[in-house]
């Protein structure tokens, strides 16, 4: 029996050594490829413009592998019509893999240890160790080579140095929040207190302000309506308030703190700037969040919050959104969009299931930044290219035609004609046919081809009328609505999400130029004792938050936590954090 | 030849004995050569616990920290609860999985209906086949407050509210041992109920005509007869204290019960793959064996001390 122990730790040792060999191969292979970006630049460059304007045969395309460190929902690669239309014209059809019952570290570092990479990644909170590994292919030469116009555009020079590790070189590209033309901006694609469209409705579209009214309107619809019916008829218990806490999604529960006391999104520590230098704030200790748990406390006693909001899993969380009984909850809209589907097919959508955002403060009259004006420049996390890529220059010139208007079209809207229509004016519309046509996962599945995590656009497209994702597009936002929604947006006088918000209006890369801090805490890892902390600080709030809410006795309860989480050095980490700032703001006035 | 013909008992390892021998010789040769590959090689990795591991720099350019990622491990106080844990549940399981699968062997040798026996034995080892994943998904969905246990409670009247069986971290250990014996019992009362079959028959048959009952027969006849077994069985098993579970814990684990629920396994997922500390992972996977080692050791000298059956 010895025997196995031994086995195990010998069979994890023997993985590593196989892989620091694996490795040295990974590096080897590199140099050659990155030669042949300088030195056989010109040839390539002739054959990819010439590739170009042609559509590639089918004999010649090359199939290449992408894994994102996010959850998401595999197509039929392969046997996919656009997949296959973005392959003839790109020559790559991206075999694209998900994160699937492993936290993003998890599957970063097994991906690490295998040594077998993908061609492409998107390592999310992972990506600074995959740099660290040396397996990814830096993008500078390829930027500055001019082959790839769309790409070197993506940013401004500047932008692009923020990207740059300290070697000097960038290895990745966030391919989010980055708006071409004018920003249309109907999307609250931030985090928010969200309550169901009805419930608004049966109190007649009250003003909601503060979490203390937010709980009280829900408390009074739970007890004139406590049960209520399934997609199938079936009647359930309603759960008035829900709160998720599984693993890193445990923001739901942790970080409404900063917003309640009218901070923008900084993720990890609120920057306080009133009259003085920007200094570190610690959001989990100030008395709003000691408010806001013993708000929690107060509502679970009272059986308002879900029994099971502390151990249910990430997939039961949706499901329940998905079937309806859920009346409210605090979370980022990206985190549980794909509900708005599912809502629609069980037509769970006119009976004022969806869900509005609301704005909350802790208290009435403050100022609100839950809804984020401007890109924010997420530097910490993006798609790269690994070492193992047989082909860099195609890769390169594979994602720099993500940004290609046709296949931007062919990505977010589809073929014309089939999943949407243009009129008159060229303004592109889906009929409601269409609209439940594109919404079914079958059809996504065989047809849709997002390559949701690749390079693209917000805003407008090149023709100045459409917006570049059909969400944000202001006539198909409105007409998409489901009845509920539109007269909830008609009863506030709101025209999208953040009108309904109601933040103050303000560019926040103008206001706040280090924002967001986020952007450097999540590439903390436990070299320093400022990410030892930050690692030990999540595991304290991780264990506790949950029990604060659940507690008999709050004010004791509370008092234990602070123990706990002072025992994990969190000076270290808001020093750390207080260090980055300054850098940032330092950075910001040489400019 | 002369000399060959004297110590013929010994036999003297020439040319000749080799090729006579050269199959045998082949054949072990093949799992010396396993062993070493597979046991004895990785464990140079064991170096990685004593430098700072980098995979850019490699096991031979990492920089040497000596005992440092020792010492951070046991002033770490997450790592002594995970110990505590690993200790405790698996002092847990190994109890209860043997208590209940010898007591089941005997139930079942007293059967007297043998199809109804092989019926029952067959059900009971069943839910060894099932992975962790699915055990855990139906624990989840049965203690859930939704779930049957809950319902069944509220309809008995035995509580009001529903219970939140995994947000109790007093609960989380007896769930635990209670998946283990549920899923293994079965399984483990197999090497018992064959144990019991060996036993001479004439020996039951004394024990009758002295006057010995059923119960009798199982105090003084069957539990003497398995008690080798038993002992073997429970001094191997003891080396897998410290393996106490990884999916289990991993699978029904949450923030709440997170200080009773991680084991020295999880703890080297989370440091040494999600921090990507393998020197940190590799020390506290040392920590493991060393222990487990020692344990076994001391088991097996205590058998050998009160003249029982022992391993080695």
């Known amino acids: 029996m010895k025997n196995k122990t031994m086995k195990k730790v010998a069979a994890f040792s023997m993985s590593t050594v196989l892989m620091a060999a694996t490795l040295a191969g990974c590096g080897q292979a590199a140099a050659p490829s990155g030669d042949a970006g300088t030195t056989t630049g010109s040839d390539t460059t002739a054959q990819t413009s010439d590739a170009g304007s042609e559509t590639v045969a089918s004999g010649d395309i090359v199939d290449m592998t992408f894994f994102a460190g996010m959850p998401g929902t595999e197509i039929n690669s392969g046997n996919n019509e656009i997949q296959d239309m973005i392959a003839e014209k790109t020559g790559v059809r991206l075999k694209e893999t998900w994160l699937t019952g492993q936290t993003v570290a998890e599957a970063i570092g097994s991906i690490i240890a295998s040594g077998t990479y993908p061609d492409l990644i998107d390592g999310g909170d992972g990506c600074a160790d995959l740099y660290n590994e040396g397996v990814l292919v830096p993008w500078d030469e390829y930027l500055e080579s001019g082959k790839y116009p769309n790409l070197t555009n993506y940013y401004t020079p500047a932008e692009w140095d923020q990207f740059r590790q300290d070697d000097g070189h960038i290895y990745w590209c966030n391919v989010f929040q980055n708006t071409k033309g004018a920003p249309t901006g109907t999307a609250h694609n931030d985090e928010a207190f969200w309550i169901q469209a009805r419930v608004l409705e049966w109190d007649n579209y009250p003003e909601i302000k503060t979490l203390d009214q937010y709980f009280d309107l829900l408390e009074r619809y739970a007890a004139a309506n406590p049960k209520t019916q399934d997609a199938n008829g079936n009647e359930m218990d309603i759960i008035p308030y829900t709160c998720l806490c599984d693993d890193w999604r445990y923001f739901c529960i942790e970080n409404a703190p900063q917003f309640l006391d009218g901070y923008p999104n900084d993720g990890s520590v609120i920057v306080d700037f009133d009259g003085k230098d920007p200094t570190i704030v610690d959001y989990n200790t100030t008395p709003t969040a000691k408010r806001y748990f013993a708000k929690l406390n107060e509502e679970y006693k009272k059986g308002i919050v879900d029994k099971d909001f502390g151990t249910q899993k990430y997939d039961d969380y949706i499901q329940k959104l998905s079937n309806g009984n859920v009346l409210g909850m605090c979370d980022q809209y990206w985190d549980f969009q794909q509900i708005n589907d599912a809502l629609l097919t069980a037509g769970l959508d006119v009976q004022g299931c969806n869900y509005v955002p609301l704005g909350l403060t802790i208290d009435p009259g403050m100022e609100n930044r839950w809804h984020t004006y401007g890109d924010t420049l997420n530097t910490a996390s993006g798609i790269a290219v690994t070492t193992s890529c047989a082909d860099p220059d195609l890769a390169f010139s594979f994602l720099d035609k993500m940004l290609d208007q046709d296949i931007m079209n062919l990505r977010f809207w589809g073929v014309e004609g089939e999943d949407y229509l243009v009129d008159e004016n060229g303004l592109f519309y889906r009929t409601p046919e269409i609209r439940a046509k594109v919404a079914d996962p079958k059809y996504k599945a065989d047809h849709m081809c997002m390559y949701s995590y690749l390079p693209q656009y917000g805003g407008t497209s090149d023709d100045g009328i459409n917006a570049n994702l059909p969400e944000e597009q202001p006539s198909e936002f409105y007409d998409k609505l489901a009845e509920p929604l539109k007269k909830c947006f008609d009863a506030y006088g709101a025209k999208n999400y953040p009108d309904l918000i109601g933040s103050v209006v303000e560019d926040v890369n103008a206001t706040h130029p280090w924002f967001p801090m986020w952007s450097y805490s999540n590439n903390l890892d436990t070299s320093t004792p400022g990410g030892v902390a930050w690692t030990k600080m999540g595991e304290c709030k991780h264990e506790w938050l949950p029990k604060l809410v659940m507690a008999s006795d709050f004010e004791s309860e509370w008092n234990n936590y602070m123990a706990a989480y002072e025992g994990c050095n969190p000076q270290d980490f808001l020093s750390q954090m207080q260090e980055e700032l300054d850098r940032r703001v330092a950075a910001n006035a040489g400019n | ?312």
């Open chain 2, 1 to 312: 030849m002369s000399k060959t013909v004297a110590t013929k008992k010994k036999t003297v390892i020439t040319r000749k004995e080799l090729a006579k021998q050269k199959v045998l010789i082949a054949w072990s040769a093949v799992f010396v050569i396993y062993g070493f590959i597979f046991c004895y090689l990785p464990l140079a990795g064991w170096l990685m616990a004593f430098e700072n591991y980098k995979n850019k720099t490699g096991l031979f350019h990492s920089q040497w920290v000596g005992l440092e990622k020792f010492k951070f491990l046991f002033s770490d106080a997450t790592f002594i609860k995970v110990i505590r844990n690993t200790f405790c549940m698996g002092t847990l399981n190994l109890v209860f999985t043997t208590l209940t699968a010898i007591v089941f062997a005997i139930l079942l040798n007293e059967f007297r209906l043998l199809r109804a026996k092989k019926v029952v034995q067959t059900i009971s080892y069943l839910p060894h086949f099932l992975s962790w994943i699915i055990v855990t998904g139906i624990l989840n969905d049965a203690l859930s407050s939704t779930g049957i246990i809950n319902e069944l409670l509220q309809k008995f009247g035995l509580v009001k509210d529903t219970v939140p069986f995994f947000s109790i971290p007093a609960l989380f250990w007896p769930i635990v041992t209670f998946a283990h014996v549920w899923k293994e019992t079965g399984w483990n009362a197999i090497i018992y109920l064959s144990a019991i079959t060996s036993i001479d028959p004439c020996l039951y048959e004394a024990a009758s005509i002295d006057g010995a009952g059923r119960w009798g027969k199982i105090k003084n006849v069957t539990l003497p007869g398995i008690k080798p077994t038993i002992i073997i069985l429970l001094i191997m098993n003891m080396g897998n204290l410290l393996n106490a579970g990884f999916e289990v814990q991993y699978l029904l684990g949450n923030g709440l019960v997170k200080s009773v629920s991680d084991t020295i396994d999880i703890y080297v997922l989370t440091w040494g793959i999600s921090q990507n500390d393998y020197s940190l992972g590799t020390a506290a996977g040392i920590f493991k064996s060393v222990v487990s080692i020692a344990i076994i050791v001391i088991a097996n000298s205590i058998a050998k001390r009160t003249g029982e059956e022992r391993l080695f």
